[in-house]
């Protein structure tokens, strides 16, 4: 994808996303469906915050408020992955099994772009991206921390966040090119993602240092409020940078790879 070509992928995307809103509003009862579940699963996600305030649970210096941030940002990103890329990630060894990639490769546009991008969710992500913000905003509130430069920085940290969500969980889904069945890594996967639901320091210092440097899943969901309480460093800050370049230029490799190896359903 050379630069001068990202104005064109940025109005793909757009009329990708136009296309989406209107397939969810000709079937809305499947789109309000598809909320109401994402309710259920906030309701059984709540239970995480009233322990957390009933037993005053604190870790090292994390209050409850501090820990609330964590759930917040945790619950803002699985509505951003759910929403933007697991209903395209799932496709992929549609495609493969299907032929459909047969003809998807002779489209005049990256095959990457069109097969990950493709499908926006619009109603999963909405209770999760409002609840998870709610959250947010009242442990930031209740913890007395300061706006100020603050809410930029935090912001740009959801970038980053999402841009190593679609690195990481984009990986495991290229195995379909090669394997017929990849529940299970998918599945394990999943299992990674949701260990973001509180802060890293939970885990024991090796397995912390695995989530950040070795698969850098904690990123994910740690570092936006770290930063905000002012708990990163300049290397923290300097690697959370460097991070999303490594997981891209990995991910254009094996993607390649992948694509080379593949064999047309037809054949």
């Known amino acids: 994808m050379k630069m001068r070509s990202l104005g064109y992928y940025f109005k793909l995307y757009g009329v ?15 789109f309000w469906m598809g909320i109401g579940v994402e309710i259920a699963f906030l309701c059984a996600k709540a239970l995480y915050i009233l322990i957390v305030y009933q037993t005053n649970l604190h870790i090292g210096e ?10 917040g940002t945790y619950t803002m990103m699985t509505g951003l992955y759910m929403g933007l890329f697991y209903v395209n ?6 495609y493969v099994q299907g032929g459909t990639l047969d003809l998807l490769i002779t489209k005049p546009v990256s095959l990457q772009f069109l097969v990950s991008l493709r499908y926006i969710d619009i109603g999963l992500p909405i209770p999760n991206i409002l609840a998870g913000a709610i959250m947010v905003g009242v442990g930031w509130h209740r913890a007395q921390l300061p706006l100020n430069w603050n809410l930029l920085g935090y ?6 966040a999402l841009m190593i969500t679609y ?3 984009l990986l495991p889904a290229l195995l379909s090119f090669r394997y017929v069945q990849t529940g299970a890594v998918t599945e394990m996967a999943h299992s990674i993602w949701d260990a973001n639901n ?13 989530g950040v440097y070795v698969i850098p899943v904690f990123l994910i969901s740690n570092y936006g409020p770290k930063f905000v309480m002012g708990m990163l460093n300049l290397w923290d800050i300097l690697w959370a940078l460097l991070v999303p370049v490594i997981l891209f230029i990995l991910v254009r490799k094996c993607w390649s790879l992948a694509v080379r190896k593949y064999s047309s359903a037809g054949s």
């Open 155 to 160: 912001i740009g940290f959801i970038g980053i």
């Open 89 to 94: 990630f799932v496709r992929i060894s549609q």
């Open 167 to 169: 690195c990481l969980m």
């Open 198 to 210: 509180m802060p890293l320091d939970i885990f024991p210092m090796w397995l912390q240092r695995i």
């Open 16 to 30: 990708f996303v136009k296309n989406c809103v209107a397939a969810s509003m000709e079937y809305r009862f499947n």
């Open 62 to 71: 994390l209050t409850p408020d501090h820990i609330l941030l964590f759930i």
